[in-house]
């Protein structure tokens, strides 16, 4: 048998593209590599268009059997080539597309999954909302990142929770800002704190060229005319499409299929809808009271106490990371042992740094502690930060799996969740506090239109501050209780996301005999 795999986001290029859309998938791809090499001989893909079609010529030629497992979302996959193609994707909602926009007919998830056939996903959730349009019978299967094998040599290290003796952390290449080092002392709550962050903020935003003596009005000028561009040519593309477009063309086209364009120096692109992963300004530099600006480096910090740490890329919505910080320090504005420890996921990270500085500012005053770390951990860096964390957080309003959830739990580490969308599968109150929620309103994450055609989660703000205290309680007072729920959390993960559940599944969704496998 012979698998081809292929995401855009490759291993050359990951640490560069760390928060960028679809970045995911190449740690969903790296993670199913050893279940698939159960399957086959399993070669990755850089090129589909070049080495797909070709390759399966070749196995076609030998008599094997040949299967292009594309980790991507439905409207990126390829639908053009002779070899059996398979989309593998991860999805949060409870529908999926059911309608093109932008004349791509591929935004329509349910035209493409026909086209393939069959479709690999990561949820329950997400099974039966391709079944809901493509009918019961429809052959998709769940079978969630294989990443509990993985961490087997962590899980054997005894560690002592919480940690007394401190643990330090050493990060290659990061940025690490805590609130317990006084260089964050101006930005700390108080009568001052907002107006050091304001003037943080804007030093990003000042122009190389400008000088000490610019005022306020100049230095925010340039982002105004910045801002007021882009919605007049937002208006314009409005405009065009409802008084003009008809008129121009020969023949009216289905209101599905209408797309917006612009054309500039010759050049006709879509009109894509805002980005809700990248940040509206990119910014150059950042600023600290000590060194002026947040360059990655070589850096380390210890942690100590009860440690919540959550992974993200902060400019995710979906993360929802204003509600983790602020519902923690209201949890323990009175407990400095507390630690809470943002590990962010994006190439550009200045601004996010501001923003959460700012929002922290603004805070009544707090003693608990929190670190924000940037950096791309590997190895022995990311198993550390594993080792002292006691419980994993996550606020989302959607998951299509969550891997940061799952790897920490593979390792016994409780978690601090809502209990919906893919997390439904596995979060429950053996393994961890559970975060109330309620649906609400809301648009598929890549619609241009923003129409309000499925549902997200809101999390109940006062269920996480109780969640948190919970937590800690259970740490600090009923360590035989954090014994259970670690061990739990262990087996769990055991029985959802190790490479034997996995390679079982695909061994007979893909109907790959035990002959043709290695």
């Known amino acids: 048998m012979k698998i081809l795999v292929y995401s855009q986001v490759n291993a050359a290029n990951i640490a560069s593209s760390l928060g960028l859309p679809e970045y995911s998938y190449y740690f969903v791809l790296r993670d199913f590599l050893p279940a698939l090499r159960r399957l086959g001989d399993v070669e990755i893909i850089e090129t589909p268009e070049l080495q797909v079609d070709r390759l399966y010529d070749q196995a076609c030629a030998a008599g094997e059997r040949c299967v292009f497992l594309s980790f991507t979302p439905p409207h990126k996959t390829p639908l053009t080539l002779r070899c059996p193609t398979v989309s593998v994707f991860a999805w949060e909602f409870d529908s999926i597309p059911n309608e093109p926009w932008l004349d791509e007919l591929n935004q329509d998830w349910r035209y493409v999954l026909s086209k393939c056939g069959l479709g690999i996903t990561h949820s329950e959730l997400t099974v039966q909302a391709v079944k809901t349009e493509l009918g019961k019978n429809f052959p998709i299967i769940s079978v969630p990142s294989p990443v509990w094998d993985k961490y087997q040599g962590l899980r054997e290290q005894s560690s002592a929770l919480p940690l007394v003796c401190p643990l330090r952390i050493e990060v290659r290449s990061g940025v690490v800002l805590d609130t317990h080092d006084v260089a964050l002392e101006p930005y700390m709550p108080g009568l001052d704190a907002v107006a050091n962050a304001v003037k943080a903020a804007r030093a990003q935003e000042r122009p190389a060229s400008s000088t000490g003596g610019t005022s306020d009005a100049l230095l925010i000028q340039p982002f105004r005319q910045q801002s007021r561009l882009r919605v007049s040519r937002r208006y314009l593309g409005e405009w065009y499409l409802r008084c003009v477009r008809d008129r121009l063309l020969p023949s009216p086209r289905p209101a599905t299929a209408t797309a917006l364009t612009l054309v500039s120096e ?85 601004s996010a ?166």
């Open 353 to 518: 740094l501001n923003d959460m500085l700012m929002c922290m500012a603004r805070m009544p005053a707090f003693r608990c502690r929190v670190v924000l770390l940037q950096g791309f951990l590997e190895g022995p860096e990311f198993d550390s930060l594993i080792r002292a964390s006691a419980f994993v957080i996550n606020a989302s309003h959607g998951e299509g799996q969550c891997l940061p959830l799952m790897e920490f739990l593979s390792c016994g580490k409780p978690a601090i969740a809502p209990q919906h969308s893919a997390m439904r599968d596995y979060i429950d109150e053996d393994v961890a506090f559970i975060v109330d929620s309620w649906l609400d309103a809301s648009a598929w994450s890549h619609d241009p239109r923003l129409a309000y055609r499925t549902c997200r989660h809101q999390i109940d703000w006062a269920s996480l501050v109780k969640a948190y205290s919970d937590a800690y309680a259970c740490m600090t007072d009923d360590p035989e209780r954090y014994a259970r729920m670690s061990a739990a959390a262990v087996e769990r993960m055991r029985g959802h996301c190790s490479v034997e559940i996995a390679s079982e599944r695909l061994r007979t969704f893909l109907n790959i005999d035990e002959a043709s496998s290695r």
């Open 266 to 350: 010759d050049k006709t692109k879509h009109l894509e809808p805002c980005n809700t992963v990248e940040p509206k300004l990119l910014p150059k530099s950042g600023l600290t009271p000590q060194t002026q600006e947040w360059d990655l480096a070589p850096c380390s910090f210890e942690l100590s106490g009860v440690v919540f740490t959550a992974l993200f890329n902060p400019y995710d919505g979906r993360k929802n990371w204003v509600d983790m910080l602020t519902a923690f320090c209201a949890a323990f504005k009175d407990t400095p042992d507390a630690t809470l420890l943002f590990k962010l996921g994006h190439h550009e990270y200045q």
